[in-house]
């Protein structure tokens, strides 16, 4: 999910992981990304973050 660092995109993230869904969240600031990975690993069964990844600019 892309914005989900953040607003809409975050309570959808964490709508979604409610719901049972898979979520990747996908985030520019890695700080808040991984704030949102917390979030939403905490209300669904199964969640991990995964490490930062540059992307070649």
């Known amino acids: 999910m892309t914005g ?4 809409i995109g975050r309570a959808t993230a964490i ?3 409610k719901a049972g869904a898979s979520v ?3 985030a520019r600031r890695a700080e ?3 704030e949102s990975v ?3 690993d905490g209300v669904t069964r199964v969640g991990k973050g995964l490490p ?3 992307l070649p600019t």
């Open 38 to 40: 917390h979030l939403v």
């Open 15 to 17: 709508a979604f992981g």
């Open 32 to 34: 808040k990304g991984e």
């Open 4 to 7: 989900a660092s953040s607003g």
């Open 24 to 26: 990747v969240i996908v």
């Open 52 to 54: 930062e990844r540059s």
